[in-house]
């Protein structure tokens, strides 16, 4: 077992290549006033407010999946929160401050009700549609603060003074969001619930804290967006926080490209440039051009144009700036102690640390000879009993196969232990502790790993960045077996590329990569050849052997079966049949005429 180091070096979440894009960008910055005239400077400078209010589009959509259809209302927010201080002759970093903890509780109101487990795919469009719509409706109807239709003037401070204003607000913002946030854990994360969000929770992480936090990031930072563009559009009106305002920023950054940095302010740059020059040359016409573009770019470069230059000089499997930015660990090879402290005289108590913001070593558990019980567990759909009754009481370190007909119930009562499914009556225990109404990220919190019918791993990535992402959420790793330590380094294959056999060892490496003490696994030999199989079970009970995990394991193959179970539990109808070795079950009449033929 290893145990990880907490960073103590910033400089490794930076390298060289980091620093002299910074530097350039600085420099270019810098020198931009002195090479361009005063209309292309204000339009450059609107862009760069613009890409500032898509960089903050990005963070919960790009990065997160998180779908909002109305941002305009935070940037409204922080558009009058500049414009209604100015007018007031109060400071206007009240003002903003004031905007940001609007924005903060808005979001965090709109992210818990929205994003919840309970919440439908389309809940966060239909919340944020209904936001954006609320403000610009609130800015044209409260007059005696926002001037209704007429809107707010803030005065400009001169060209250059705004484009240096606005371009030191957006490289402070993005810089410090890049450094504190997409290069931390929380970067990671994110990817991680884009890629598979049902991977990454089995993993001990909540996607719903992950994704609320990645929407509030992402209100805030389009608050800062509206105030830093106040003094350049001049006239803050309702349009600000409207829903023409969220549909800009969403072609956007859907033509620059989701997931970098670079992509959402060349996209509000191309666009925004671009629609003024257009407007002059051909009039009305530049909204069909615009649109035809916008088309072409969706149609042929899903992944914007960033993403489209990207396919072009690289590989397939060259990984995207996103992945670069958050897959990969702050921890060298050199933060690894190979410490194995107390791991074998525990019995393979490998007790989930999680490595978080801050990292508290726990103390050693006193284990209870049950690793997980089961009592009087029922599942019903509506009206239908699917598991019925079921007590089960499995000891630390033994594997325990769940067999029976097609629709007995295995697969259910699996996702019952997970927490992938709540239960309607009964208890379920992870050693000394009730999880009942714990969730699945909170179960694995406690040692409980997950495989599924379908593997689920992050296939977009390769193996080793798998491997890496599940290892990320870890204070301690298991050392594996040789047969599943080969996906560490293993970078020149995307996953979903590999064969179905080895998807299945690379699911199994990472559910075990962090030192579960339980594991469940549903139907693993399913779709393998023979061959397959029994590697597979050769691995599962080296597995067992050399880090103690208890298994259960929802099987069909009875060679399988055969092979592995120290114990086996027959469900039928969602009740326990028969539990007992492999003997006493192959002995049971209705058993061998039921489930196992002739034995």
Sequence with gaps: MRFLKPMTNWRRRVERRHAIALAGTIVGLAVVPFLLPAYPLALLTLALAYGLFAF????????????????????????????????????????????????????????????GNRALASTMAVLTLALTLLAEQIARSWLAVTNGSNGLFVPSPGVVDNFYRTAIVALVVVTAVWFVALRGPLGRRLLAVRVNEQRTEHLGVDPHRTKTTAFVLSALVATVAGSAAAPVIGLVSPATAGIVMSTQVLVWLAVGGRGTIIGAFLGAGIVTIGQEYLGEAIGSWYLLVMGVAFILVVRFAPGGLVGFAAKLRRSPLARSAAQDALIFSDHTDADIASARPAAAARGGDFGRLRQDEEMNIRPPIDLDPSALSLKDVTKSFGAVPVVRGVTLNIPAGQIVCLIGPNGAGKTTLLNLVAGDLPVSSGQIRIRDREVTSSSAHERAG?????????????????????????????????????????????????????????????????????????????EPAAGLSHEDSVRLAQTLRNVNQQLGCTLVIVEHDMDIVRQLADRVVVLADGMVLVDGDMDEVSAHADVRNAYLGAV
């Design 56 to 115: 903050g589009l990005d963070l919960g959509w790009g990065r997160a999946g998180v779908i909002s259809i109305g941002h305009a209302a935070f940037f409204g927010i922080g558009t009058y929160g500049a414009a209604i201080a100015v007018n007031a002759g109060i400071p206007v970093a009240i003002g903003v401050a004031a905007a940001l903890a609007l924005s903060a509780l808005v979001a965090l109101g709109i992210g818990h009700v929205g994003l």
């Design 446 to 522: 406690l040692g409980l790993g997950r495989l599924f019918q379908i593997p689920s791993i992050y296939h977009e990535l390769t193996p080793a960045q798998n491997m890496a992402m599940a290892r990320a959420e870890a204070f301690q790793w298991v050392d594996l077996p040789e047969e599943l330590e080969r996906f560490t380094n293993n970078s020149d294959i995307l996953t979903q590329d590999l064969p179905l056999a080895d998807q299945r060892a690379l699911e199994l490496a990472m559910s075990i990569a962090w030192g579960p003490e339980i594991v469940l696994l549903d």
